[in-house]
């Protein structure tokens, strides 16, 4: 089993090539839920929805979220009716976030409520969110503190932000689950996505930490110079104190990565970086991406114990 970190975009994309080399069944999806939402009937969980429409082959690949073709007449006539919602959401899209909506009011665990969804929708790998205990990433711009959601997509991230928080009620803990599959793994893959908003969230859940060190991992950085290719990570890192670049994505990762990947274009190398193709526009580059961290995790532990 060959186990991903992942949020909504970068991973996402370089798990669409691991399906090029490995089964589904083989393929393990540990996803953040610090961006999930309660919307208008039901519960968004952005990161999760776009790996179950990936696996489910009904994921919007122009965009990375959302169902190809969906339509949006509900959230059309919401807005009509004075209904604030600043997230496009499509009809399809809402029908998955009212009945994950509905079996969370029913007591299910969002563990539980996503291995059902993806049952139903025919997906074969395991895709797992980090925690059942809800925990959100806010940024504090301008004396303000606001959900990420509200940052990135009401403001399109066009505002300064101060800090990164993580609200949560109880620390969000690994779900046993999600230990399991670390325990198991042959190989782990921290995939290029945001190392603030979507990975640090699940080095943070209590457990994942200590189950990294008795396996493989890779990294692959999202930024190429100091630039990511999409998103906010750059005003992120910044926030939390990083450089914006693949430097500062290492040292988000200190201690816990035995192999580093950058792109061959960034002109910032760093010490003992392997050089690829991470740019996953098309996808075999993706493919031959997956294929190369496979080959690097069969060789083992690099790290120090
Ligand atoms: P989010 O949940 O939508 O923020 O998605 P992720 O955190 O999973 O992904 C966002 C990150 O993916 C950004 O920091 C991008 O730089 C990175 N990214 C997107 N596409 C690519 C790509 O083709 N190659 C690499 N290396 N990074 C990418």
Same mark, same amino acid.
Request: charged share 25%; aromatic share 6%.
């Given at each position: 089993m060959i186990v991903f970190l992942?949020?909504?975009?970068?991973?996402?994309?370089m798990?669409?090539g691991m399906?090029?080399v490995l089964?589904?069944?083989e393929i393990t999806v540990i996803?953040?839920?610090?961006?999930?939402?309660?919307?208008?009937?039901?519960?968004?969980?952005?990161?999760?929805?776009?790996?179950?429409?990936?696996?489910?082959?009904?994921?919007?690949?122009?965009?990375?979220?959302?169902?190809?073709?969906?339509?949006?007449?509900?959230?059309?006539?919401?807005?009509?009716?004075?209904?604030?919602?600043?997230?496009?959401?499509?009809?399809?899209?809402?029908?998955?976030?009212?009945?994950?909506?509905?079996?969370?009011?029913?007591?299910?665990?969002?563990?539980?409520?996503?291995? =059902? @969804?993806? &049952? +139903?929708? *025919?997906?074969?790998?395991?895709?797992?969110?980090?925690?059942?205990?809800?925990?959100?990433?806010?940024?504090?711009?301008?004396?303000?503190?606001?959900?990420?959601?509200?940052?990135?997509?009401?403001?399109?991230?066009?505002?300064?932000?101060?800090?990164?928080?993580?609200?949560?009620?109880?620390?969000?803990?690994?779900?046993?689950?999600v230990l399991s599959s670390l325990r198991e793994a042959r190989g782990v893959i921290i995939g290029?996505?945001?190392?603030?908003?979507?990975i640090?969230?699940?080095l943070?859940?209590?457990?994942v930490r200590q189950a990294l060190r008795n396996v493989p991992v890779v990294a692959v950085s999202?930024?190429?110079?100091?630039?990511?290719?999409?998103?906010?990570?750059? =005003? @992120?890192? &910044? +926030?939390? *104190?990083?450089?914006?670049?693949?430097?500062?994505?290492c040292?988000?990762y200190a201690g816990l990565v035995d192999y580093f990947i950058q792109?061959?274009?960034?002109?910032?190398?760093v010490d003992g970086s392997i050089r690829a193709?991470?740019?996953?526009?098309?996808?075999?580059?993706?493919?031959d991406l997956a294929s190369l961290s496979l080959t690097l995790l069969s060789k083992g532990r690099t790290r120090d114990r």
């Amino acid at each position: 089993m060959i186990v991903f970190l992942s949020g909504g975009t970068g991973t996402p994309k370089m798990v669409r090539g691991m399906r090029e080399v490995l089964p589904d069944e083989e393929i393990t999806v540990i996803v953040n839920t610090a961006e999930d939402l309660w919307i208008p009937g039901g519960f968004l969980s952005p990161d999760i929805d776009t790996l179950l429409y990936l696996f489910a082959g009904s994921l919007n690949t122009d965009t990375w979220w959302g169902i190809k073709g969906d339509s949006c007449h509900t959230h059309q006539e919401l807005l009509r009716l004075g209904v604030d919602e600043y997230i496009t959401v499509g009809d399809r899209d809402r029908a998955i976030h009212i009945a994950r909506g509905e079996m969370l009011r029913k007591g299910l665990t969002l563990t539980e409520a996503t291995l =059902a @969804l993806g &049952r +139903a929708l *025919g997906v074969k790998a395991r895709i797992l969110p980090m925690t059942d205990s809800p925990v959100a990433t806010m940024v504090r711009a301008g004396g303000r503190e606001i959900h990420f959601q509200e940052y990135w997509v009401r403001h399109r991230g066009r505002i300064g932000i101060d800090e990164v928080i993580r609200r949560w009620e109880v620390p969000p803990r690994a779900t046993p689950e999600v230990l399991s599959s670390l325990r198991e793994a042959r190989g782990v893959i921290i995939g290029p996505s945001n190392p603030i908003s979507s990975i640090l969230p699940i080095l943070e859940c209590e457990g994942v930490r200590q189950a990294l060190r008795n396996v493989p991992v890779v990294a692959v950085s999202p930024f190429i110079g100091d630039s990511p290719i999409s998103g906010p990570a750059a =005003a @992120l890192m &910044r +926030a939390r *104190g990083y450089s914006p670049d693949s430097a500062g994505t290492c040292e988000v990762y200190a201690g816990l990565v035995d192999y580093f990947i950058q792109d061959i274009r960034d002109p910032f190398p760093v010490d003992g970086s392997i050089r690829a193709d991470t740019l996953m526009d098309r996808p075999r580059i993706a493919a031959d991406l997956a294929s190369l961290s496979l080959t690097l995790l069969s060789k083992g532990r690099t790290r120090d114990r």
